[in-house]
């Protein structure tokens, strides 16, 4: 049995005030049989933490670099981000890998990074539109997971979270259908089931694009979708929680 998750990613928005806010109303309502989680930007981290200590409510952050220290500028590691009390980070959003640069090998060294300090990794799948329409999903995904396997091993994801994000719906209002989140759930644990099963059975696999209070509980009602990845809807607590409670009615 895996317990839902629901990770609100807040992208580059908000200020110290509303940031601590925002996560003091999601932590003020439990919701049972759900991991949540909210992911600010890194310079709100520690207020945010500070917010959070003491509640159900985890930590994450929007990304990590896959070195421990040096000359990396711009960058934080996964290890500065656990002090903070991070426990999860986002790994290869599609706005980082189609706006900087994150490819399919840094993508993969960063999870490596936060894996092996500790933290669990939300490594981020999907394809574009072109893609899609082109037939090349299910090639696009593979060639991203494979690139994380190609470096951790058959392992890789053992104790991370997938979260299936199909470009052309995130941001847009446009959501894939329950039948086509589905679908590629499906395709990314079998993919995974042939590196480890055991992996696969309790991988968590989320899903992300245009998740709201009116359509979340219809994407989260299939067998492999466990929870999911929210951006605008995770920027208002009355929404972000709605979606949690829809993950918590298929808990
Ligand atoms: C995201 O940024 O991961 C996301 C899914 O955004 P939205 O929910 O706004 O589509």
Not at 73 to 94: D, P, R
Not at 200 to 207: F, P
């Amino acid at each position: 049995m895996r317990t839902p998750m629901v990770a609100g990613n807040w992208k580059l928005n908000g200020s110290r005030e509303s940031a601590t806010s925002l996560a003091r109303e999601v932590a003020a309502t439990p919701v049972a049989g759900v991991d949540v989680v909210v992911c600010p930007v890194s310079v709100h981290t520690a207020e945010v933490a500070e917010v959070l200590e003491g509640t159900d409510v985890k930590l994450g952050a929007q990304n990590a670099c896959a070195h421990e220290g040096g000359a990396y500028t711009g960058e934080v590691s996964s290890t500065m981000l656990a002090e903070f009390g991070c426990e999860y980070v986002i790994i290869g959003h599609s706005e980082r890998r189609s706006l900087f640069g994150d490819d399919n090998e840094s993508c993969a060294a960063r999870h490596q990074a936060v894996m092996a300090a500790g933290l669990t990794s939300i490594f981020c799948v999907g394809e574009t539109l072109e893609d899609r329409e082109a037939g090349n999903t299910m090639a696009v995904v593979d060639a991203q997971l494979q690139a994380v396997f190609d470096v951790c091993g058959t392992q890789a994801f053992d104790g991370a979270v997938i979260a299936y994000e199909p470009v052309w719906a995130i941001g847009t209002g446009v959501t894939a259908s329950p039948e086509q989140a589905q679908e590629v759930h499906a395709h990314i644990r079998e993919f995974v089931a042939a590196q480890d099963q055991q992996t696969a059975a309790k991988l968590r696999i989320l899903y992300g694009g245009s998740v709201n209070a009116g359509n979340a509980q219809e994407l989260f009602g299939n067998t492999d979708i466990d929870g999911g990845l929210i951006g605008g809807a995770a920027l208002k607590s009355a929404d972000f929680l709605a979606v949690c409670q829809a993950a918590a009615a298929q808990a």
